[in-house]
């Protein structure tokens, strides 16, 4: 069986010190959850994160990575930068740096192969905008996006690669898809990944939704078959309403 995974994406919130309010806070309440449990967020709280999430059962991922290992990339963090302050996991290809950051299809398959190769487990995120959605073809953007997005890699980087399914029509508007929806876009990201890599494989590929998660929807939408847990963003910020998502 499938573990669930819950992560929280903090996005462009929590100084250092808040950062640290907050662990304080929601490390104690989520400490017998046998659920895998993330916290990604900005850069420069990351090392402080590490420290204080030590011997805990909370986990720590970066929002974005670059592909290369160094260069002229001004701005830019490497995956081996993220993997010697001890950050585990890393979120790549989100909608809002496809939107706003160029992020391409192209990019995301070439930072998810350079996050295995320095050892960082990927949550890569795929998603339709609501005018796809309207015109039905939302099984074809997100398996596509999907099957770029794990081009060239081999079965055991499949299996361990998270895939983060959000409608972009859902995110941050208090809109959800029905937890049937949701369940059946990612029943068709993991019959795409089944084609290409067999179902064994595609069985075991955790697949999480994303797009306005919230305690109250959060048991509905992990009790189905298909989801594996959520990619949270607002929710996540508060330390008693994330908790209750990671124990729905």
């Given at each position: 069986m499938r573990k669930k995974v819950i992560a929280g994406n903090w996005k462009m919130n929590k100084n250092v010190h808040e950062a640290e309010e907050f662990m304080k806070?929601?490390?104690?309440?989520?400490?017998?959850?046998?659920?895998e449990v993330i916290i990604c967020a900005p850069y420069l709280d990351l090392a402080n994160l590490v420290s204080?999430?030590?011997?805990?059962?909370?986990?720590?991922?970066?929002?974005?990575?670059?592909?290369?290992?160094?260069?002229?990339?001004?701005?830019?963090?490497?995956?081996?930068?993220?993997?010697?302050?001890?950050?585990?996991?890393?979120?790549?290809?989100?909608?809002?740096?496809?939107?706003?950051?160029?992020?391409?299809?192209?990019?995301?398959?070439?930072?998810?192969?350079?996050a295995f190769a320095c050892g960082l487990k990927p949550i890569v995120c795929v998603g339709e905008a609501l005018e796809e959605r309207e015109r039905g073809i939302t099984r074809e953007?997100?398996?596509?996006?999907?099957?770029?997005?794990?081009?060239?890699?081999?079965?055991?980087?499949?299996?361990?690669t998270i895939i983060a399914y959000e409608p972009i029509w859902a995110i941050g508007t208090g809109k959800t898809a029905t937890s049937e929806d949701a369940n059946n876009s990612i029943k068709e990201i993991r019959e795409e990944i089944g084609k290409i890599y067999g179902q064994n494989v595609a069985s075991r590929v955790i697949i999480q939704y994303g797009g306005s998660v919230k305690s109250a929807n959060a048991r509905e939408l992990f009790t189905t078959s298909d989801i594996d847990g959520g990619l949270v963003g607002g929710a996540s910020l508060k330390p008693e309403e994330f908790s209750k998502i990671v124990k729905y």
């Open positions: 806070e929601f490390i104690p309440l989520v400490k017998d959850s046998q659920n204080i999430a030590k011997g805990t059962n909370v986990k720590i991922g970066a929002q974005n990575m670059h592909w290369e290992v160094n260069g002229a990339y001004t701005g830019e963090v490497s995956g081996e930068m993220l993997k010697e302050l001890g950050v585990e996991y890393v979120i790549i290809g989100h909608s809002e740096r496809r939107q706003y950051f160029n992020e391409t299809d192209e990019t995301v398959n070439k930072k998810i192969k350079a953007i997100i398996t596509q996006q999907t099957r770029l997005a794990l081009e060239g890699l081999d079965n055991n980087q499949v299996e361990n």
